[in-house]
């Protein structure tokens, strides 16, 4: 054979397989999320805070925090959050410091998504004395059961809240996506 004729059967293969990597991309097809959960809806159920020692206000603290979705608009899915239990920690020192832990997410057909998020947190004191603490942080979905098990995602999240008055106002920005199967299998 011709280095031609070779050239040509070598293109001639590219583009015949090039639908099949074409249909893997299509597995990876993203869904945008813009959340929003309102402090009516969220409830610190245990908070664990101890004074480091090292310097004033400097504390650590583990959290557990309840979110109940009543009005939640539907997934890509169609379906809709129930409920999330985000258990977690800080080091602060006067509520300013990082944050960590993780989060399951509860959906309407009893499947969950498994998430981790980090960040930080900064507090200000306004001019009558009350302090107002935000959190900037990220999520990565992790996984989750049933057809979330492959669930991949990126959120970027931020939070107005007041542990002590049990308040935690969130806004989420990003997208999750489904890990690509090899092809011929189907997600389950």
């Known amino acids: 054979m011709s280095n031609k004729t070779v ?3 070598a293109i001639s293969l590219g583009l015949a ?4 990597c074409f249909s893997a991309a299509s597995a990876q097809e993203r869904c945008k999320v813009s959340e929003q959960a309102t402090d009516a ?3 610190y159920t245990q908070q664990h805070v101890l ?3 090292d310097t004033p ?3 650590i603290r583990v959290f557990e925090l309840h979110r109940a979705y009543p009005n939640d608009k539907p997934n890509c899915e169609n379906l809709k959050r129930t409920e999330s239990w985000t258990r977690g920690y800080s080091d602060y020192v006067d509520r300013n410091g990082r944050a960590w ?3 399951v ?3 309407e057909n009893g499947e969950k998504i498994f998430a981790e998020f980090s960040g930080t947190s900064q507090t200000t004191v306004t001019p009558d004395g009350s302090k107002k603490s935000a959190f900037t942080g990220v999520t990565r979905y992790t996984g989750g059961t049933g057809k979330y098990q492959g ?3 990126v959120l970027r999240t931020s939070v107005m809240f007041d542990p002590d008055k049990n308040v935690n106002q969130q806004q989420t920005e990003g997208e999750y996506w489904f890990a690509a199967t090899t092809v011929g299998q189907s997600q389950k």
Do not use: A, N
């Open 51 to 53: 004074d480091v020692g």
């Open 105 to 107: 997410i509860s959906l």
């Open 151 to 153: 669930v991949r995602g």
């Open 17 to 20: 397989l090039s639908p099949i």
């Open 41 to 43: 809806k969220s409830e």
């Open 101 to 103: 832990g993780y989060e």
């Open 57 to 59: 206000g400097h504390q």
């Open 7 to 9: 050239l040509i059967h």
